[in-house]
């Protein structure tokens, strides 16, 4: 094998190995760059303001490695990782974001139909200052950058070069254990809640495949964490959530309830998650129907 070949493939373009050696070495250093500027601009101080500051970070350093793969390497749209113009169809939003609150929403409901969750009154101590209405708002500018960049990382550019390389199923698989994996870290984490995670990267890449829209699998990140913390006042990949008015606590198994990790890490939450694929399957089937009929 020549030093070429090793490189590049028979089409001229990098492998998909040093592909995603670059992006990383070009997020990395946005990143560095990013980091030294919070302090001195934003000099965050409270845990959500570090994370909310985390977050804008990786994302702004996300989508400057894109532009930089995309742009300078790969010679190619938006489009390629689901981030083109047509991709954010107001259809393909509003998918996501049914499927991803309904999806983990019903399972808890039945949960609480069966008592293995419960509410009780949060408590002058424990409840969040202020309104429902201004505690969602917030969670919702927390949560929109927060969803927009994990996606960006785990199911874009890394996501789009896996599939060319090595087919839609190998990058399903290796993204999604990857974003099971780096969610190990997280408060309560475990070997059932990793394998949860893990699960929920099939479900946002299988929304991703199915719609042909990154913004899709966005909305439906974004919708399942605002639901888990403003609709069920509770944690949210294991962090908790300080909420007013009412808190759920866990009354039940934890195989089913998701224990410390809430209730995405419940088997509720994995058979919500295999439901809603099944049903975006179907609806695509017959719409494919349809139009073939027609």
């Given at each position: 094998?020549?030093?070429?070949?090793?490189?590049?493939?028979?089409?001229g373009r990098l492998r998909t190995?040093?592909?995603w050696v670059c992006f990383l070495f070009v997020l990395v250093v946005a990143m560095a760059v990013l980091s030294v500027v919070s302090v001195y601009l934003v000099?965050?101080?409270t845990y959500w303001q570090k994370q909310t500051v985390a977050f804008w970070s990786?994302?702004?350093a996300g989508l400057f490695a894109h532009q930089v793969m995309?742009?300078?390497?790969?010679?190619r749209p938006w489009s390629f990782v689901g981030l083109g113009r047509i991709q954010a169809t107001l259809p393909r939003l509003a998918v996501g974001l049914l499927l991803g609150s309904a999806c983990i929403l019903i399972p808890s409901g039945v949960l609480l139909l069966v008592r293995w969750l419960q509410t009780e009154p949060a408590g002058a101590s424990g409840g969040a200052v202020g309104t429902w209405l201004s505690y969602a708002a917030t969670l919702a500018l927390f949560f929109l950058p927060q969803s927009l960049a994990e996606e960006v990382m785990a199911r874009g550019y890394l996501f789009a070069t896996a599939r060319e390389g090595m087919g839609w199923k190998g990058a399903l698989l290796l993204t999604s254990v990857i974003f099971g994996l780096l969610h190990y870290g997280n408060p309560g984490a475990d070997v059932q809640s990793t394998l949860l995670v893990t699960l929920a990267g099939v479900f946002l890449g299988g929304i991703l495949l199915l719609t042909d829209s990154l913004?899709?699998?966005w909305m439906a990140h974004f919708a399942w964490n605002w639901s888990m913390a403003a609709v069920l006042h509770t944690a949210v990949s294991g962090l908790p959530t300080t909420a007013p008015g009412y808190r759920i606590v866990d009354s039940g198994p934890d195989w089913a309830t998701g224990g410390s990790w809430g209730?995405?890490?419940g088997v509720g939450a994995a058979l919500g998650m295999m439901a809603g694929l099944w049903a975006?399957?179907?609806w695509r089937r017959r719409g494919r129907t349809t139009v073939n009929e027609s």
């Open positions: 094998m020549t030093a070429r070949a090793f490189f590049f493939g028979n089409d190995p040093w592909k000099r965050p101080t990786l994302l702004l995309l742009r300078w390497v790969d010679r913004y899709a699998a209730p995405e890490g975006l399957m179907a």
